[in-house]
């Protein structure tokens, strides 16, 4: 049993070394978008041609970046999605629903204050949590059948 | 050729009157979320139970409207994603990545302010509106292969 | 928005009616499996030949009535499933799990005594619940928005 | 070729040992629930937080497990869902209906007593059998086309 | 609940209108392939041009034919095979496996003495009989769930 | 049986209509792309907004388009693409390709001289034929099973 | 690119292997049913327990193989279906029609005689051959692009 | 992270060296149709028998490409199509539609004369570029997160 997880959303903390370290030794890959906002942001312009409209500029980068987040998505035997304090994270939640739709298991993390506002989101999941502590305490439940030591 | 298209995302104007409104004759059919925001709230509860936990409230009422949302979801030939001024609105950003996983075609209707925040789900979409009016005429177009009169 | 709702499970108790009752003028249509127990039992050899061994007589039985559980769980928008107080009722979980991996919403009836022991099938479903009625005010909110008068 | 196999249900003898001792040398990979009961029935809450409701306890656990469980059975090339004598079982049962619904062939084991209450599920089946010796005896056939020595 | 029924196989007796007879009244649409043997063999070309190589002949006729027959397996609710006398009827058996692939319950017709060399192609059905007469009894069995007065 | 056939391509002949009047009285819907080429053409930027740059231009407008026809492809029973004597036509061999994946039949109609360059699109086809009145032919004979009069 | 061929039908002489050592050094791995005809005949009853009655007998046989037999189409990316000189064969052409369902690509090998009443097979298949020197040429063409030195 | 890449269409000039030159190192396997055209054109016949009518000579072969370049696309995690100054390469075209039906994320290779009679291809693409070069560094952005230096 070897599983690929597609860590997905919240980009600004390092929550997927955290969760990526608490998993060493189990045979688990991970997967990401690309995490570095700008070159996110400008990869469209940047390979094919400056867009004068800000519209289009942005089009040709979400478009692009769609080939590695879908085919990651797809690829996954599991989705974690995470909502962060900042911006409106609409991209995260499309994410959710994409995973959903396809049949994956998806697992949200996210603070309570967000709970009423995710509870869409939430309810398409087979675990909330909060901490990425806890992603990884699921992730060694699932793989080996342990529970987290108290 | 008849279509029936799901009208997803904000509920608090009466956007769906206007496209059906603008639409009256097209071989069109419109299905929509419940767009009672209290009864849509609290339906787990008032019918299964109440909890003392205000998450497993939540989780009761969004479960129960998901047997609706995912069924109509399925069954359009068009989703039309709104989203408004207030809220996170992550529902909506979930219903279009859940349609769009599906092969769905989407029309996503926003202000211009939110583009970038939006910009990967208007990469899905085959169209981006700001207006109700916009959506409707592209569904004359769709139907009828006319074009609105300038 | 029209949607066929397969009753599955328990036999023995007239719950499919209490549910087409209350749900009376709603655009719904209900599909069930053969409710008569001898005819689900006998209906292989009645119609194909007697079988001196009981495994291949259940066989024929259950096969021939297996195409009209399974075409009826794919052609439907919503599966209620109802375990009821006897028998192991192992059919009932099968049907629920046929209709979780087609992606079908799902409903769950049953007393509270065999919460625990059905918690896997609990976890696929939209909605636990204990009564008929509660079923019914369930697809009454689905298809009207509105909740049950209190 | 080489196939994964799922071992499915009852949790409470080393039915699995026997039948991946018997199966030593054949190209077939062996998956399976958590099988230490008490970590399965408390994963949710240990990892989650503590729920007063024994549903909701409930519930946290059984999406938790449900990702390995959905999983194991999707990337499975077979499924074995053995009955014991023990419990209820729906989960077992549950499990065979999914199986079913993704089209992967299905072997369930059970005592001669269940095979009325179980027809449903044996209809299903490509083989029932009742030992796991038999088990063991089919994966080598399949796997080498050579018949047990008798 | 309304069903197309796919009969597919035998074209030299007239046992699809035995069983068309004996349904009529259930709510069961019936479909067939071309029936008149020597419009199915010529139908390629006598509309695309002749052929002198009798490969090609045939071939335009299978290719043309396939679109009713692919066509009518993938809308019918339950196929219906039968092998007759005569001939190697090799399309009903590829029928057969068709129809068995896209997860549609099937009902295979054929006398005792073709038994051995069928047992694959029974292996894949719900029921095998013999007579028109048993697959109308099954119609109406799985219409209607009543037995056929013996 | 009651067909849905698109039929693609071509848009400056009545090709259409010549089918349409050859196959009245048939159980057979015709459905098409906007065939008023200027209408197609600026589609997008009529509903959308002007866009300085060509491509923009083009780019709303096939992908508004683009909702009408993979609908109707993916709704239709057959599909029927015709390549004409002018322009280069790659959308309708885009359509061919989109609908042989999805598994439609496809007739496909074009000069002899076209043949080697649509090698690949004629091997994908169920049928290629030169005219309209072949291509009404042919469904007179999937409909009825009567062929042409000679 | 690597290829997983699976050699249905004929099992009485060595084409299977005709064809391996045509195809040595080839990124080609070849799956096969179980051709000991004897062994396949009666696996089912020699694992399960005898039946008196030979068509259980049979059945229990042919749905132990369809686990091999029918995963084995599945997971091959080119079927190769050769029609002998004796026997039914249904079981071949039922492969035929179930790998052509599932989108597989097909080989047909027969000799001359059989063309016609193998119509409908080679209809669905992408190339018919006659023996395996053919199929193996094809093979060393699609995998590297050489055609066979005359 | 490893993707497989085919590489559509254009098979008169050595871009799909470049593209694999400029990609050395990366995680990615590029796939090809055979690009050596005499062999294209004649692998039907050259293995499978003369045919004295150019399209069955045509037909033979671009039924026994079609193996490869199916196979090919399905198993793609990518597919960028070239359309070159020559020919109609209405295959290209059609290789486009059939892989975006599929869902695979698709770039598109063109000259800006193209630009208007590809719109349609265009608008499913996620990117469209001129040259190898700029497909090379989407691919380097897609699997490193990089974006080319300036």
């Not at 998993?23 to 940047?46: I, K, N, Q, R, Y």
Request: with cysteine; proline share 4%.
């Amino acid at each position: 049993m070897h599983w690929t997880v597609y860590l997905s959303g919240e980009i600004h903390t390092n929550w997927r070394d955290e969760i990526a370290a608490a998993c060493e030794g189990l045979p688990v890959s991970f997967t990401a978008p690309v995490t570095d906002h700008a070159a996110s942001d400008d990869c469209g312009v940047a390979i094919l041609g400056e867009e004068p409209n800000k519209f289009w500029h942005d089009h040709k980068g979400a478009k692009l970046n769609a080939i590695r987040t879908r085919n990651a998505i797809e690829a996954a035997d599991l989705v974690v999605v995470r909502f962060g304090e900042k911006y409106r994270q609409w991209n995260a939640a499309f994410d959710a629903g994409y995973a959903h739709a396809l049949g994956k298991p998806l697992i949200v993390m996210h603070n309570a204050e967000h709970a009423h506002a995710l509870k869409e989101v939430d309810a398409a999941a087979n675990a909330t949590c909060e901490t990425p502590r806890q992603a990884a305490q699921m992730l060694q439940y699932l793989m080996t059948g342990a529970l987290p030591e108290s």
